[in-house]
């Protein structure tokens, strides 16, 4: 009763503070940086690799196993099917708003893979809850603390930017630890849903920061994370970035770019091979586990999309 009582404080003062300071952001980012001209989008020619794509939607649907024990053994059912030889460093829960992230070594890739969950489903109410007030809190800020002392322009949404500062110690330090015991190997980044929002959030502020020059992300399903500045700053700085999603997924469509002005980062590809949220490249984060067999999803099934300067309501 007590946890009830203090949760539903939280967020009742949640939705008290963004009634009252979402109009001062709102006018902010509308009077100020409307009209701010960020130059051409550079189009990213990183090619798709639609193996790479599905190893990484499996361990983006390992980020959704709720016993944190079987992700640290490396035991879970999708662990011993298709990621064998993975070597977790880390598993991270934030006990504010259930935020979720794992981290380690994968050898036969020979590269370091930063992991974020999305949000958690009506199995664990209280965590979904608590997740999606970071999803709706859209009003926009400066990323002030990414990228150490580089400023990165643009405005980013608050929610994600919030909730990836209740993590952004940890990964840090993480990272270089796993580039400390693996200095050879590429840095690769994904998530699902909400983890993908974090998931632009850790990427950019390890590259800014150099921690590594030119890192990978691919996600999916993810929503848009920043405005036209940031989309456009981000695709310069991590051109190695794909964002993987199906036509129909309204996750992918918000927040809307008309009101706010938000943009989608990276390489488009289209997964057409189903129309579920919850399922992308065969691979359900419901059950964390395949669905179907990944031959039945050819490469040709994925289309890239074009420059996010053109009118496009799919690609802005």
């Known amino acids: 009763m ?4 203090q949760f539903l404080r939280l967020l009742l003062t949640f939705v008290v503070v963004v009634e009252l300071l979402e109009p001062i952001h709102l006018a902010e980012a509308g009077l100020f940086d409307r009209f701010k001209k960020c130059g051409k989008n550079k189009k990213s020619d990183y090619e798709y690799d639609g ?3 599905r190893k990484m939607m499996a361990y983006s649907a ?4 709720k016993e944190h024990d079987l992700v640290r053994t490396w035991t879970c059912s999708l662990c011993r099917q298709d990621l064998t030889g993975f070597e977790p460093l880390t598993v991270k829960e934030d ?5 979720s ?7 036969a890739l020979n590269a370091n893979v930063l992991v974020f969950r999305g949000s958690r489903d009506k199995t664990d109410r209280v965590s979904q809850v608590l997740n999606w007030i970071v999803n709706l809190a859209a009003f926009r800020v400066r990323p002030k603390d990414l990228g150490g002392k580089k400023k990165i322009p643009g405005y980013v949404h608050y929610g994600f930017y919030r909730a990836f500062k209740r993590l952004q110690t940890d990964v840090l330090t993480n990272i270089e630890t796993l580039k400390a015991a693996h200095p050879d190997a590429e840095l690769y980044v994904t998530g699902h849903s909400l983890g993908g929002a974090l998931a632009v959030m850790a990427t950019i502020d390890i590259r800014v920061r150099g921690i590594y020059t030119n890192p990978i992300m691919i996600n999916f399903g993810t929503p848009r994370v920043g405005n036209g500045c940031f989309a456009q700053y981000f695709s310069k700085k991590v051109p190695r970035s794909i964002r993987v999603a199906h036509p129909g997924d309204k996750f992918t469509k918000v927040p809307p770019p008309s ?3 938000y943009r989608h980062v990276g390489r488009t590809v289209w997964d057409k091979s189903t129309d ?3 399922i992308y490249l065969g691979y359900s984060k419901i059950t964390c586990r395949r ?3 990944s031959e039945s999803l050819p490469d040709t099934n994925s289309e890239p999309n074009i420059s996010l300067a053109q009118d496009s309501p799919d690609q802005r």
Not at 62 to 65: E, G, P, R
Not at 95 to 99: A, M
Not at 101 to 107: E, F, L, N, Q, T
């Open 2 to 5: 007590a946890e009830s009582t």
């Open 51 to 53: 193996t790479l794509a």
């Open 62 to 65: 390992t980020a959704y196993v």
């Open 95 to 99: 006990e504010l708003f259930r935020l």
């Open 101 to 107: 992230y794992y981290a380690g070594y994968d050898p």
């Open 259 to 261: 009101k706010l002005g």
């Open 276 to 278: 579920s949220h919850n």
């Open 291 to 293: 669905r179907r067999s």
